[in-house]
Nanobody, 116 residues
Framework: QVQFVESGGGLVQPGGSLRLSCTMSGNIIRVYTMAWYRQANGKQREFIAA???????NYVDSVKGRFTISRDNAKNTVYLQMNRLKFEDTAVYYCNTRPVNTAGSWGQGTQVTVAS
């Protein structure tokens, strides 16, 4: 069974930075496109960034130029470097494959709160 463990969230001021990590168990990430998603209070979970097996990345416009997704296949881990954080980045952040794994498994996510 695929499992995801996200970490690295916290409370940060606007303009600050955080680096999120996600480790996948039950399978190896190197054969998958990996992605980060987030869910703000009262909103649906949304896709924000992805990285293919070959390292090609894509981002939604709201995070482009501020967030960077990367992967370490040897550690079965994917990262999200978040810079110049804004209030509207406040959400629970999740990682998963893209498309989402067929079992529909999600981790607990990691809370990111941007507040002054």
């Amino acid at each position: 069974q695929v499992q995801f463990v996200e970490s690295g969230g916290g409370l940060v001021q606007p303009g600050g930075s955080l680096r999120l990590s996600c480790t996948m168990s039950g399978n190896i990430i190197r054969v998958y496109t990996m992605a980060w998603y987030r869910q703000a209070n009262g909103k649906q979970r949304e896709f924000i960034a992805a990285i293919t097996e070959g390292g090609i990345t894509n981002y939604v416009d709201s995070v482009k130029g501020r967030f960077t997704i990367s992967r370490d296949n040897a550690k079965n881990t994917v990262y999200l470097q978040m810079n110049r954080l804004k209030f509207e980045d406040t959400a629970v952040y999740y990682c998963n494959t893209r498309p989402v794994n067929t079992a529909g498994s999600w981790g607990q996510g990691t809370q990111v709160t941007v507040a002054s």
